[in-house]
């Protein structure tokens, strides 16, 4: 149970498009999702947390319009890269806390590749 | 979040049992002590967190000591499939908290 799907799981767009990244829990609703970026051989920098029906609070350093986060329902949320440009190349990781559980599930990642 | 400290690289022979520790002397007494692992380009795969008691699952236990100032994750069987970067993360349970990731530590199961 609690599992978090998430798609793509690899994308390429040009620089200047923008990209979107859904993640849905599948068999339970998550109030509270969080959006991680990392890149190679570092470890999952949080970059914002959702709750659904509210604004996402994102971390120090990350750009609210660049890295748009959607929660709607409490089954999906969505990234959405504005923008998008080189150096945004990166994995984009999202989790849900688990209701009645202490837990935290996570996607399988978003491989994004910016030419 | 309670700052962790955890080796950076540990090997281990393939069934033998894999000990990772962790420091987290600054966790506070409603924070609990959570293990993730993440195999090459995958989502974190969680393992087993605890707040005072040791625990155990299908996958492995926990010992947390007693002032709680540290832990040791135990693989009791490690096999090639389990070499991944693990992580010991210290924060309150429930979506009022996050995990904050740190650098953990990277397990080699050598044959």
């Known amino acids: 149970g609690a599992v978090v799907s998430q798609h793509p799981s690899w994308v390429i767009c040009k620089s200047g498009t923008s990209v979107k990244i859904e993640c849905r829990s599948l068999?339970?609703?998550?109030?509270?999702m969080f959006w991680y970026r990392q890149f190679p051989k570092q470890s999952l920098m949080l970059m914002a947390t959702?709750?659904?029906?509210?604004?996402?609070?994102?971390e120090q350093g990350v750009e609210k319009d660049k890295f748009l986060i959607n929660h709607a329902s409490l089954t999906l949320s969505t990234l959405t890269v504005t923008s998008a440009h080189p150096e945004d190349s990166s994995f984009y990781i999202c989790?849900?806390?688990?209701?009645?559980?202490?837990?935290?599930?996570f996607g399988s990642g978003t491989r994004l590749t910016v030419v | 979040d309670a700052k962790t400290t955890q080796p950076t690289s540990m090997d281990c022979a393939e069934g033998r049992a894999a000990n990772l520790p962790c420091n987290h002397s600054?966790?506070?007494?409603?924070?609990?002590v959570y293990w993730y692992r993440q195999i090459h380009s995958q989502g974190p795969q969680y393992i087993i967190h605890g707040l005072k008691n040791n625990e155990t699952n299908e996958m492995a236990s926990l010992i947390i000591t007693e002032d709680r100032k540290s832990s040791t994750l135990i693989l009791p069987h490690a096999t090639l499939r389990d070499t991944a970067v693990y992580y010991c993360i210290g924060t309150g349970g429930g979506s009022n908290y996050k995990l904050t990731f740190g650098k953990g530590t990277l397990l080699t199961v050598n044959p």
């Open positions: 600054t966790i506070s007494g409603n924070e609990y």
């Open positions: 989790s849900a806390s688990i209701p009645a559980d202490y837990g935290y599930t």
């Open positions: 068999d339970f609703q998550a109030t509270t």
């Open positions: 959702s709750n659904e029906g509210s604004k996402a609070t994102y």
